[in-house]
């Protein structure tokens, strides 16, 4: 049977309400709850809050959960797990679980040459460790990043991303060696110039400006991208973006690491977004939709790259038996039937977004891949003014008629929805949104 959202009590509910008087008493206040939802259970792409109201989830817990909430294979195989072993550390251990995975991911990642595993429990761990192995690696000190570009919160990945200023006030000084430059955001390009008539001018910068004024392109260690930025807005570079970099990076022996946390495992519709730019990287730090939701991060690299002694680096709880299993079991239903699925309703998803924007002055451009799609809201196409009040309003309104979103960069918003969705579960999406964002602009 079809489903559909239920909202039967003022949100949030008593419940929700009682629970965040506790969590505002408790609970670390540098969160960003962009509205009141207390979770009790779900199921795919189904949430029920404490107080019984049913909504439909199109952020999928931060683009994690992508074969759905408590998917029976997932949950089947961490019960397993818990009733076998919890935990040894494969830091200072060996077992089977994490050793199968990092087989199954050495043998997913593209590139001929042989690879090696490096397990952490997170996005930045995973940031982290591509940092600290470039330097390793290459003995060089500088890192070029990106405007716009979030790989996490620990000081090495904070320090690498360059995303919203409250991230980063109050945290200097950070991590020294790092450059930031602008990223190929088209719709809103850095040196006022128009595709493709720009000549990708934002890479052919980096070698006839960076690299004759700042920075010597024989002492940078690394650059570090986004195949597609997350948290920056949802940002697809144009196809030739990431081959030039990388030819830049081949030129002078800088490695070309790439932070598939977010974009990784399937959401764009391959296994890595990477895939979709036909350029083999030199490390992928991978995490969020790896295991259903266990804590889980990992660094894949060639063999003769991940070349660190023993001692250099680890972590208690990188590789956790159970987070591996879940892995294993999301895994075989990726490569089944989901990632097909993601590429198949992402077209429908885009499809349905761009009809909207017929329809929708505020909406300022439609763009994604697979089911990492995003939509950037302005007050007025020809000024393109970001519309960040409207964003967080239609945010809000979705959430109040049942339908879960997030946003992402300053005014756009995110559609991260569980690789195992339906058309009925777009349509549904579409037709809410498009009422949340009447209601909210007329
Ligand atoms: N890199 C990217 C691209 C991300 O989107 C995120 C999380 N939003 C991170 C790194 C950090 O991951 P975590 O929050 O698991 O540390």
């Excluded at 952490?120 to 460790?129: I, K, L, R, T």
């Excluded at 430059?181 to 070698?207: H, Q, S």
């Excluded at 761009?354 to 439609?366: A, M, N, S």
Aim: aromatic share 8%; proline share 5%.
């Amino acid at each position: 049977m079809e489903q559909h959202p239920v909202i039967k009590t003022s949100l949030p509910g008593p419940r929700a309400n009682k629970l965040i008087e506790t969590d505002r008493r408790y609970v670390s206040p540098s969160y960003t709850r962009m509205y009141p939802l207390v979770v009790e259970n779900a199921r795919g792409l189904w949430v029920r809050d404490v107080d019984g109201n049913i909504f439909l989830d199109f952020t999928s817990g931060i683009a994690v959960c992508t074969t759905g909430h408590c998917h029976p294979n997932v949950v089947e195989a961490i019960k397993k797990q818990a009733d076998r072993l919890i935990h040894m550390s494969g830091t200072d251990f060996y077992y089977g679980p994490e050793i199968r995975l990092a087989e199954k991911l050495a043998s997913l990642v593209p590139g001929k040459d042989p690879k090696k595993v490096y397990f952490g429990n997170s996005g930045s761990e995973a940031v982290e460790a591509a940092f600290k192995l470039s330097r390793w690696h290459t003995r060089r000190e500088l890192t070029i990043a990106f405007y716009g570009a979030f790989h996490g919160r620990t000081m090495g990945a904070l320090s690498l991303t360059a995303s919203k200023t409250v991230q980063k006030k109050r945290y200097n000084p950070l991590v020294q060696g790092i450059t930031h430059i602008p990223y190929a955001y088209c719709f809103r390009c850095a040196y006022n110039l128009t595709y493709p008539r720009c000549n990708m001018a934002c890479v052919r910068w980096v070698e006839e400006t960076l690299f004759r004024t700042t920075t010597p392109p024989e002492e940078v260690a690394a650059i570090i991208v986004e195949p597609i930025q997350g948290e920056g807005g949802y940002i697809v570079p144009p196809p030739e973006f990431h081959r030039e970099l990388y030819r830049i990076a081949k030129t002078y022996g800088i490695l070309y690491v790439v932070d598939e946390v977010q974009s990784g495992m399937g959401r764009t519709g391959k296994m890595f977004a990477m895939e979709h730019f036909g350029v083999i990287p030199d490390m992928t730090a991978i995490a969020k939709g790896i295991a259903s939701g266990m804590p889980l991060g990992a660094l894949v690299a060639p063999a003769d790259i991940m070349d660190w002694e023993a001692g250099s680096h680890a972590s208690t709880f990188g590789g956790n038996p159970i987070s591996c299993q879940a892995a294993l079991a999301t895994i075989e239903l990726l490569e089944k039937e989901l990632i097909a699925n993601a590429a198949l309703q992402g077209e429908r998803l885009l499809n349905q977004l761009g009809k909207l924007q017929e329809i929708h002055e505020c909406i300022g451009d439609v763009r994604g891949k697979g089911l990492m799609v995003g939509i950037e809201l302005v007050e007025d196409r020809s000024t393109l003014k970001p519309a960040a009040k409207w964003r967080n309003g239609i945010i809000r309104k979705a959430f109040e008629k049942g339908l879960l979103l997030l946003g992402c960069g300053a005014n756009s918003i995110r559609f991260c929805p569980a690789l195992t969705i339906t058309s009925h579960e777009i349509d549904l999406c579409i037709s809410i949104l498009d009422e949340a964002i009447r209601d909210v602009t007329e």
